[in-house]
């Protein structure tokens, strides 16, 4: 079995004999038509309702008699369209006479921080350069920039941006996948963790310590609970233009109108392209964090976390990401360099959480039942200190999962002249971990 890897600008090779492979596991394919632009049109044409049908107002009739507009646009860390988007969507909001100074764009980063102007050129596309005078960005530490407007269910407490309350329209727009505490990315996403305080961002990510804040799920989900309970709370009307992307990262569908009509009607279209099943678990698993997912280890750790639903237990688990832009946010490191185990790391969590502290835990659970492996731009020191080996290649990762295999008594094939058993090690591929959801047949 002969593969390549995304890695940067370039492609790494991996090569297994073939009876070593369990399944090279891809988002499904997902039958459609026409382009990206006319889908993007024709989720406008036939835009969700409230009440989850697809004939609710249109754009046209939802700008009309608006002063001042507030368009919510994803950060350089999501794969989000937003240049299409822009396409679509500039021409009718200049036609209600909402474009000039009546339009707000504001870059959700939740707690991340500010794009460069490099990372605009990649958000907005050709349309930078005629909107950069109209271009915020959100920053979750500015006290001052936020609206205290409540507290959740589970008593988060509920502070957005004040962008959001100087607006009488606002639309969200996004891309929907599986996320490894959300659920689902996109929708609600926008305004909780997109454009709220630092205080609410790290209350509701504690709920990821929560075991129902897992991927896919919705029902019962804390985080996605919080998300919900911000909504009521917000005034003006919102209008929502979601993308559900194919494995080439190409548009596969575009869902508008109503904000979670139109994303539950996305996370449909996201169920069968990213869940996968495969046969069964995995001895290794070799998780790809493709662009621009790759930009830190704080994003690529979704790699982790699907690679890890489908590997057994004292199993490898192989990341390749280059994460370019260093570590992400460095409290989770810290507190992984600062435990002397997993499991000691887990315990620290629990006595005290701060943000970025759900990302540590979900680091520890995996450190704790698997071998983890990377191929990244980050030192060995570094990575060693959060419970991961730094290694050359993929080549190099998997030879060495192999061997520790074999020296455990499980073997490889082409050694000996007897049939192939389940004692031998097997392989699954995820070319792009960060969204492929595996799912054993197996299991239940």
Do not use: W
Request: glycine fraction near 10%; hydrophobic fraction near 45%; charge should be neutral.
């Amino acid at each position: 079995m002969k593969l390549t890897v995304p890695y940067l600008t370039k492609t790494l090779p991996l090569e297994f004999p073939d009876e070593n492979l369990l399944a090279v596991a891809e988002p499904n394919e997902f039958n459609t038509t026409g382009t990206a632009a006319e889908k993007l049109a024709g989720a406008l044409e036939k835009p969700y309702g409230a009440d989850g049908k697809q004939n609710g107002p249109g754009l046209e009739a939802f700008l009309k008699g608006g002063k001042r507009l507030l368009v919510i646009v994803n950060d350089a860390t999501r794969p989000t369209p937003t240049a299409l988007i822009l396409s679509g969507l500039l021409p009718l909001v200049e036609k209600a006479g909402l474009g000039g100074e009546s339009l707000t764009l504001i870059t959700a980063t939740g707690a991340h921080r500010a794009p460069t102007e490099s990372e605009y050129r990649q958000i907005l596309g050709s349309h930078y350069d005629k909107l950069r005078r109209r271009c915020i960005h959100h920053d979750a530490r500015c006290d001052k920039d936020m609206v205290d407007i409540g507290v959740t269910r589970n008593g988060t407490p509920m502070l957005l941006n004040k962008a959001l309350f100087a607006a009488d329209r606002i639309i969200a727009t996004g891309s929907v996948e599986p996320h490894y505490f959300a659920g689902f990315t996109g929708g609600r996403k926008a305004f909780l963790p997109g454009i709220a305080g630092y205080k609410t961002i790290e209350a509701n990510h504690k709920q990821a310590l929560s075991p129902k804040a897992r991927s896919l799920a919705l029902e019962g989900n804390p985080v996605h609970e919080d998300m919900m309970d911000a909504l009521p709370l917000i005034k003006a009307p919102v209008f929502s233009l979601m993308t559900v992307l194919d494995k080439e990262q190409g548009v596969a569908a575009v869902s508008a109108g109503d904000l979670m009509a139109s994303f539950y009607g996305a996370v449909e279209i996201a169920r069968k392209i990213f869940c996968v099943t495969i046969p069964a678990l995995a001895d290794i698993v070799v998780s790809v964090a493709k662009f621009p997912m790759d930009i830190d280890l704080y994003q690529s750790q979704k790699a982790i976390d699907n690679g890890a639903a489908a590997l057994k237990d004292g199993g490898f688990l192989i990341l390749v990401s280059s994460c370019r832009d260093g570590i992400g946010d460095e409290a989770y490191a810290n507190l992984l360099a600062q435990a002397g185990s997993p499991a000691d790391a887990i315990e620290q969590i629990r006595a005290g959480y701060k943000l970025g502290y759900h990302k540590a835990a979900k680091m520890a659970e995996v450190a704790g039942r698997a071998v983890i492996l990377a191929v990244s731009e980050l030192g060995a020191d570094r990575l060693k200190s959060m419970f991961i080996e730094k290694v050359s290649s993929p080549q190099e990762a998997l030879d060495a999962a192999l061997a520790a295999l074999k020296a455990r008594g499980i073997r490889i094939p082409l050694e000996t002249g007897v049939p192939l058993e389940t004692g031998v090690p097997k392989i699954l591929v995820l070319p792009d971990g960060c969204v492929t959801v595996p799912e054993p047949a197996n299991q239940p």
